[in-house]
């Protein structure tokens, strides 16, 4: 299968874990395709109306080995559906209109699916309104930029009787999920929508005057007030957050009950089920903080340590190799461990932020198993980013063997077995820089705010974790940060070496400076996932 676009992934990421998905207009069969081979469902009905787009479609299917459960059907709208046989419904790459037709035309199977994930390519709050009006509520929105095209993806679940008041006008026009996020696409939209419509108000000024020419400039003009009102709203709050200081404890005693501390101070408390990104290193690693001393707070959260392969030789470059090490170490007697990348296929993360790059993220799919991550950093040097803290396990530490390929390559090489490729071809560097800051937004946005960072500044090496042949530490240990900003504690954490009267800093600093490794930092806030602005809180237990 080629790759998915990233309005596909959108689709299949906006598609909650069920039974029976059906994907009415599947037209390439890409997205039941997905929704199997990802567990999100364990059966699906691919329809289309028309004979060439399912041919296409049963192609894939039989292509994936998948044909014994996904169900090909030839039919118009959800005519080909019976009731209660799917509790989730995707329709996308049709228009507004005839969404809102075709469920129309089928009452009695909207009335017992609890979910359906809608992508109209036009007349979308003609589409909100439809689910307002029939007791749906819009849990998600998206909104992705594609090949210069703006597309939403609408996620709605049955609100129940009175469990859904009216909605105001902006929220049927521009939808009320993404008026909350106010994501960079979306406010791109609404720019580019400002514009035209000034546009089409220049041209009915210079028209003869009518009475509906007369109408139609006092509804463009009452739109550009609404649109004009929701960029200044966007505009304030990303002004509010350049000023509010981002806090980042911070504690010199370092040791394992300090760290459940930090993570306490903190106030937030990580729900569901949680992922705990380490750094369980390299066969040969002397620096590696270890497993009994990340326990007290792994124990605490109740959460799962993730790892993901390499993409290098090493002992983590395979998941044979890799499980072993990690059993070697120790991970796997202390914790329940998930090596998110051990099967395939992979996760793609949309890349949601203004991107030079990166098409997509590549993680391990378990990633999508979580409802919240705990990333645990040992902060220390790299060899090839400078530095390794909260934004290297974000972005390369979650990424699986393809994804860590796709960030070094800034987007050129995609696939695992291009490993041996990319070494041999790498870009300029700070275009893997600026990748590591576009991937770690992926993961930022994916969890929606439920991260907590902790960053641990002992056995300070030049060299990260990752290496089997590494210099033994050249600062003495600093202590614990804490923060829910991944870019203000990496902030935090060189002005601390920076700060530091120790005799190694000028080594320590001579391998960022040399990789130019503050530039993930400033591409991260620029992004929009964190600010440099922050206020250091010494902590003494």
Same mark, same amino acid.
């Given at each position: 299968m080629k790759a998915p676009s990233e309005r596909i992934m959108t689709i299949f990421r906006m598609v909650s874990p069920g039974t029976v998905a059906a994907d009415i207009g599947t037209d390439h069969g890409m997205v039941p395709v997905l929704l199997l081979k990802n567990g999100v469902v364990s059966r699906a009905v691919a329809s289309d109306v028309r004979k060439g787009p399912l041919l296409r479609a049963k192609?894939?299917?039989?292509?994936?080995?998948?044909?014994?459960?996904i169900d090909c059907r030839l039919g118009d709208g959800l005519q080909t559906l019976?009731?209660?046989?799917?509790?989730?419904?995707?329709?996308?790459?049709?228009?507004?209109?005839?969404i809102v037709r075709i469920l129309e035309e089928s009452e009695a199977i909207v009335r017992s699916t609890p979910e359906f994930v809608l992508s109209p390519h036009s007349d979308v709050p003609k589409v909100r309104e439809y689910l307002f009006r029939n007791g749906f509520s819009v849990a998600d929105e998206e909104m992705v930029l594609e090949d210069g095209k703006y597309y939403t993806v609408i996620r709605a679940v049955r609100a129940g009787k009175g469990k859904e008041k009216d909605p105001d006008e902006q929220s049927l +026009?521009?939808?009320?999920?993404?008026? %909350?996020?106010?994501?960079? /696409?979306?406010? @791109?939209?609404?720019?580019?929508?400002?514009?035209?419509?000034?546009?089409?108000?220049e041209k009915l000024e210079r028209s003869a005057p009518s009475c509906r020419t007369a109408k139609l400039k006092q509804e463009k003009r009452h739109l550009l007030e609404m649109i004009g009102t929701v960029l200044a709203d966007g505009k304030a709050a990303k002004e509010r957050q350049m000023k509010e200081k981002a806090?980042?404890?911070?504690?010199?005693?370092?040791?394992?009950?300090?760290?459940?501390?930090?993570?306490?101070? +903190?106030?937030?408390?990580?729900?569901? %089920?949680?992922?705990?990104? /380490?750094?369980? @290193?390299?066969?040969?690693?002397?620096?590696?903080?270890?497993?009994?001393?990340?326990?007290?707070?792994?124990?605490?959260?109740g959460g799962t340590v993730v790892e993901c392969n390499t993409a290098y030789g090493g002992a983590r470059n395979t998941t044979a190799k890799h499980l072993k090490l990690i059993r070697k170490h120790g991970w796997s007697r202390v914790f329940s461990v998930d090596l998110m990348d051990a099967e395939g296929p992979d996760m793609e993360l949309p890349i949601l932020r203004p991107k030079k790059h990166l098409k997509s993220d590549i993680v391990g799919k378990n990633l999508?198993?979580?409802d919240s991550m705990l990333v645990l950093a040992h902060f220390k040097g790299h060899p090839m980013g400078g530095f390794g803290g909260a934004l290297k396990q974000l972005s390369i530490g979650v990424a699986s063997t393809a994804g860590k390929v796709n960030i070094h390559s800034a987007g050129k090489y995609v696939k695992a077995e291009e490993q041996s490729v990319v070494w041999n071809d790498l870009p300029a560097q700070d275009a893997f820089l600026e990748s590591?800051?576009?991937?770690?937004?992926?993961?930022?946005?994916?969890?929606?705010g439920e991260i907590v960072y902790v960053n641990v500044m002992a056995n300070m090496s030049v060299d990260c974790d990752c290496c089997a042949v590494a210099e033994d530490p050249c600062l003495k240990d600093i202590g614990i940060l804490a923060s829910l900003d991944p870019v203000a504690i990496d902030r935090a954490c060189l002005d601390l070496v920076k700060a530091s009267k120790d005799i190694g800093r000028e080594h320590f600093m001579e391998r960022v400076n040399s990789r130019n490794g503050e530039h993930t930092i400033d591409v991260a806030e620029e992004l929009g996932i964190g600010t440099t602005n922050y206020e250091l809180v010494e902590l003494k237990f």
């Amino acid at each position: 299968m080629k790759a998915p676009s990233e309005r596909i992934m959108t689709i299949f990421r906006m598609v909650s874990p069920g039974t029976v998905a059906a994907d009415i207009g599947t037209d390439h069969g890409m997205v039941p395709v997905l929704l199997l081979k990802n567990g999100v469902v364990s059966r699906a009905v691919a329809s289309d109306v028309r004979k060439g787009p399912l041919l296409r479609a049963k192609k894939l299917i039989e292509e994936e080995g998948l044909e014994d459960r996904i169900d090909c059907r030839l039919g118009d709208g959800l005519q080909t559906l019976s009731e209660r046989e799917a509790d989730r419904v995707i329709i996308a790459g049709v228009g507004g209109g005839l969404i809102v037709r075709i469920l129309e035309e089928s009452e009695a199977i909207v009335r017992s699916t609890p979910e359906f994930v809608l992508s109209p390519h036009s007349d979308v709050p003609k589409v909100r309104e439809y689910l307002f009006r029939n007791g749906f509520s819009v849990a998600d929105e998206e909104m992705v930029l594609e090949d210069g095209k703006y597309y939403t993806v609408i996620r709605a679940v049955r609100a129940g009787k009175g469990k859904e008041k009216d909605p105001d006008e902006q929220s049927l +026009l521009f939808g009320p999920a993404l008026l %909350k996020k106010r994501t960079p /696409v979306f406010l @791109g939209w609404l720019s580019a929508e400002e514009k035209k419509t000034r546009e089409i108000l220049e041209k009915l000024e210079r028209s003869a005057p009518s009475c509906r020419t007369a109408k139609l400039k006092q509804e463009k003009r009452h739109l550009l007030e609404m649109i004009g009102t929701v960029l200044a709203d966007g505009k304030a709050a990303k002004e509010r957050q350049m000023k509010e200081k981002a806090k980042v404890l911070f504690t010199r005693e370092i040791t394992a009950e300090n760290v459940l501390r930090m993570y306490e101070a +903190l106030g937030k408390k990580l729900t569901g %089920k949680i992922a705990v990104k /380490v750094h369980s @290193g390299e066969d040969g690693n002397q620096n590696f903080l270890k497993p009994e001393f990340w326990k007290p707070v792994v124990d605490h959260v109740g959460g799962t340590v993730v790892e993901c392969n390499t993409a290098y030789g090493g002992a983590r470059n395979t998941t044979a190799k890799h499980l072993k090490l990690i059993r070697k170490h120790g991970w796997s007697r202390v914790f329940s461990v998930d090596l998110m990348d051990a099967e395939g296929p992979d996760m793609e993360l949309p890349i949601l932020r203004p991107k030079k790059h990166l098409k997509s993220d590549i993680v391990g799919k378990n990633l999508r198993n979580y409802d919240s991550m705990l990333v645990l950093a040992h902060f220390k040097g790299h060899p090839m980013g400078g530095f390794g803290g909260a934004l290297k396990q974000l972005s390369i530490g979650v990424a699986s063997t393809a994804g860590k390929v796709n960030i070094h390559s800034a987007g050129k090489y995609v696939k695992a077995e291009e490993q041996s490729v990319v070494w041999n071809d790498l870009p300029a560097q700070d275009a893997f820089l600026e990748s590591m800051a576009e991937a770690a937004s992926a993961v930022v946005d994916h969890f929606a705010g439920e991260i907590v960072y902790v960053n641990v500044m002992a056995n300070m090496s030049v060299d990260c974790d990752c290496c089997a042949v590494a210099e033994d530490p050249c600062l003495k240990d600093i202590g614990i940060l804490a923060s829910l900003d991944p870019v203000a504690i990496d902030r935090a954490c060189l002005d601390l070496v920076k700060a530091s009267k120790d005799i190694g800093r000028e080594h320590f600093m001579e391998r960022v400076n040399s990789r130019n490794g503050e530039h993930t930092i400033d591409v991260a806030e620029e992004l929009g996932i964190g600010t440099t602005n922050y206020e250091l809180v010494e902590l003494k237990f």
